[in-house]
């Protein structure tokens, strides 16, 4: 059952759809290893990494309920369920336990630029489907792309 009708044909809505699900994964799987790191980073920089990853968490909450919100006006219901997560994320992810701020620094950036690159593909992949769900993957890779800068400079010029 549709409860909404798309503008799109359906197969420009399936591409869309598809990338904006691949894309909420991203961003709620994002929310949950910052979280994850903001509880259990120590070190000497522990203070403004702390808060740095609870920005890296605002920002991708925000992002994924926009991200959702537009997979609901295309007529697809999103998938944002515990076990849908859990199932398909896949980006790399802190390990349990304390872990130091040069190694949150790290898994973030990393973290950080497999959500980029898969991003940039969903951006190819809507180019002729959907330019406003195109145009909304790119302001949400801006926006990561800021953060895994602001990251990728914590450990300037890198560990030795």
Partial sequence: MTVVRSTLPDEARRVSCE?????????????LIGKQAHWNVVG???????????????AARAQADTVAERAAALGVPPDGRPETIAGAFS?????????RDSEAVRVLTEALGAAISRLRERIDATEKADLVTQDLLISITAELEKQRWMFEAENFPGES
């Avoid at 990338?19 to 994002?30: I, K, P, R």
């Avoid at 000497?44 to 605002?58: A, C, G, K, T």
């Avoid at 980006?91 to 349990?96: D, R, V």
């Fill in 44 to 58: 000497p920089r522990f203070r403004s990494i702390h808060l740095q990853l609870d920005e890296v968490v605002s």
């Fill in 19 to 31: 990338a904006l699900q691949d894309t909420l994964v991203d961003l709620l799987g994002l929310s």
């Fill in 91 to 99: 980006l790399p992810a802190p390990e349990e336990g304390w872990l």
